[in-house]
C-alpha cells in the first residue's frame, strides 16, 4: 500500500496569512493526488484534483502542485472560513489512501 | 442537483451486521462508480473500497476483505455497504461518495474524483 504523510499535522494562522500544508507518498503516484477539506460534523469536500486542478467552484485562493512524491496545498490568504482540516488522497492505485490530516486552526 | 442521501445511524452489538444506503439522484446513476469511507471518532479518513455501478465489480480494502460487501440497486439509484462480524473499532461515521473520472491532458488514464459525498452514516457498535 501506497503510505501518505502530510505534514505538520496541525497549524495555528492568521486571517491574510499564506498558509502550505505539505504531503508525501511512499512511492511515486505520478500527480494522482488529490485535497479534500472538511469541517467539523460536514462530509469531506474536495477541493483539488490531478493535484494541481481546481475544483469547480473552489476558490482561486486554494492551489496545489507537485509530482511524483512530494505534494502541496496553498492557501494564498487565509479565510475564516478555511479553518477546517484538510486531507491529500492517493488516486495512483488501490487502496485510495488518505494522508492523516492537517489542521488548520484559528491563532 | 445532484445529491446522496444516506441512511440513518444504527447501534449495533459487536458480532452483529449493518447495512448502510445511499440514495443517489440528479445525475445518470449509472455514469459514475462509488467508493465508501469511514471516519472513526476524531480519526482521519479511511478508504474501504468501491463499486461500479455498470457492471458491479468490487475492490475492497484488505483488511475489511471478509467482512464487507458493497452492492448497487440501479432501479432505485442507490448504493449499499454491508459490514459484518462488527468490533468497537467498526464504529465510525461511514460515508459514500461518488467518483467521478476526469480526463486531464497527457494523463494515461482519469483521476479519480470523489467530488459528490453523502451526509454521512454513524454506526456504534457496542455491548
Known amino acids: 500500500d501506497i503510505q501518505m504523510t502530510q505534514s505538520p499535522s496541525s497549524l495555528s494562522a492568521s486571517v491574510g496569512d499564506r498558509v502550505t500544508v505539505t504531503c508525501r507518498a511512499s512511492h511515486s503516484v505520478n500527480n494522482y493526488l488529490n485535497w479534500y477539506q472538511q469541517k467539523p460534523g460536514k462530509a469531506p469536500k474536495v477541493l483539488i484534483y490531478?493535484?494541481?486542478s481546481l475544483q469547480s467552484g473552489v476558490p482561486s485562493r486554494f492551489s496545489g502542485s507537485g509530482s511524483g512524491t512530494y505534494f502541496t496545498l496553498t492557501i494564498s490568504s487565509l479565510q475564516p472560513e478555511d479553518f477546517a482540516t484538510y486531507y491529500c488522497q492517493q488516486t495512483y492505485n488501490d487502496p485510495r489512501t488518505f494522508g492523516q490530516g492537517t489542521k488548520v486552526e484559528i491563532k | 442537483q445532484v445529491h446522496l442521501v444516506q441512511s440513518g445511524a444504527e447501534m449495533k452489538k459487536p458480532g452483529a451486521s449493518v447495512k448502510v444506503s445511499c440514495k443517489a439522484s440528479g445525475y445518470t446513476f449509472t455514469s459514475y462508480a462509488f467508493s465508501w469511507v469511514r471516519q472513526a471518532p476524531g480519526q482521519g479518513l479511511e478508504w474501504m473500497g468501491w463499486i461500479s455501478t455498470y457492471n458491479g465489480n468490487t475492490n475492497y480494502a484488505q483488511n475489511l476483505q471478509g467482512r464487507v460487501t458493497m452492492t448497487t440497486d440501479t432501479s432505485t439509484s442507490t448504493a449499499y455497504m454491508e459490514l459484518r462480524s462488527l468490533r468497537s473499532d467498526d464504529t465510525a461515521i461511514y460515508y459514500c461518495?461518488?467518483?467521478?473520472?476526469?480526463?486531464?491532458?497527457?494523463?494515461?488514464?482519469?483521476?479519480?474524483?470523489?467530488?459528490?459525498w453523502g451526509q454521512g452514516t454513524l454506526v456504534t457498535v457496542s455491548s
Open positions: 461518495a461518488r467518483v467521478s473520472g476526469v480526463l486531464v491532458p497527457a494523463a494515461p488514464r482519469p483521476h479519480q474524483v470523489f467530488d459528490v
Open positions: 490531478a493535484a494541481s
